[in-house]
């Protein structure tokens, strides 16, 4: 027994060994190191005039101008796609779980921008926005002035997230679908027996039955949303006048561009605590919401 234990135990770390080795170089030590940078002044250029600066790098932060346009450029974006891409999505799933014929079709037509590189898909809308791209034609065709979209400071953050929903929704759509043809469909022919309208059948069975899902889509969405650099990136630089500037390219552009490798780390702390806290909440608050479906359930079985 001894012998057996010893050689599971050794042919679980020959398994486990290298994934570890990798989290540590890849994972656990730049961690470390931008916690520490994150007190100093490290610039890249010049290592060796770096001093430790204590907290004053995070006074500085907040008092910058375009860290807090970023912060909340971020905010928004994450609030404008979190309720469109998840209502989207239970949407597309509850019209696609209706479907009886090509439901596969569907299926992988919705799933399909999903596969794609962010890159490509912000290169093909920004000649949909573009002044004689396709949505300005259709526009023109309506009667509508042509809009200039992410050229415009009040149009571009909404525009990107317009393209984000229509590219991300494809998979909360899946989960969602597989979420719908999980439940037990006596609990629908249950309420049919008791006259129960389309609505009621929705609000009391389908959307108790998804509760989990929905949390999950939740973070997935909002972890999603909070990380965008690539399509600002792509389609307008972070313009026009920093209004799709985001943390995340805020945090890329300080440490791989200007090197101020001290100051980047410093926002990619702040970010962290903030999205430790957001998590924190997000998770008392869903753990209070399944007791009482759990709780509720124990009582009606």
């Known amino acids: 027994m001894m012998k057996k234990k010893k050689s599971n135990a050794i042919m679980g770390m020959a398994f486990f060994g290298p994934a570890l080795v990798l989290l540590t170089i890849f994972l ?26 204590g907290f004053e790098n995070y006074g500085k932060l907040f008092k910058d101008e375009l860290f807090l346009q970023s912060f909340f450029n971020t905010v928004k974006f994450v609030l404008i ?4 891409q998840g209502l989207g999505a239970l949407g ?11 439901k596969k079709y569907f299926k992988v037509a919705f799933f399909v921008p999903v596969v794609m590189s962010l890159a490509v898909v912000s290169t093909l809308w920004m000649q949909i926005y573009s002044p004689e791209g396709i949505l300005n034609t259709i526009l023109s065709n309506l009667g509508v002035n042509a809009q200039p979209f992410i050229h415009s400071a009040s149009q571009a953050l909404p525009s990107i997230a317009l393209m984000s929903v229509w590219q991300g929704v494809g998979y909360q759509m899946i989960i969602f679908l597989g979420g719908l043809q999980a439940i037990n469909p006596a609990l629908y022919e249950a309420a049919e027996m008791d006259h129960a309208s389309a609505w009621q059948k929705f609000k009391d069975i389908t959307l108790p039955e998804l509760k989990p899902l929905c949390v999950f889509v939740f973070i997935t969405v909002t972890i999603g949303a909070f990380r965008m650099i690539v399509q ?6 972070g313009g026009p006048s920093h209004s799709t500037y985001t943390m995340v390219y805020n945090i890329y552009e300080t440490g791989t561009v200007n090197w101020e490798i ?11 605590i903030f999205v430790m806290i957001l998590t924190v909440i997000q998770s008392i608050l869903t ?14 079985g």
């Open 81 to 84: 796609i979190l309720p469109c």
């Open 232 to 237: 600002p990136m792509v389609m307008t630089g």
């Open 287 to 300: 753990r209070d919401k399944e007791d009482k479906h759990v709780n509720k359930k124990a009582k009606n």
């Open 28 to 53: 656990f030590i730049p961690m470390i190191l931008t916690l520490v940078f994150s007190f100093t002044d490290y610039f890249a250029l010049s290592p060796n005039l770096t001093h430790f600066v």
């Open 262 to 272: 001290g100051i980047a780390s410093t926002m990619a702390i702040v970010f962290a």
């Open 92 to 102: 597309l799933a509850l019209l696609i779980n209706k479907v009886t014929h090509c």
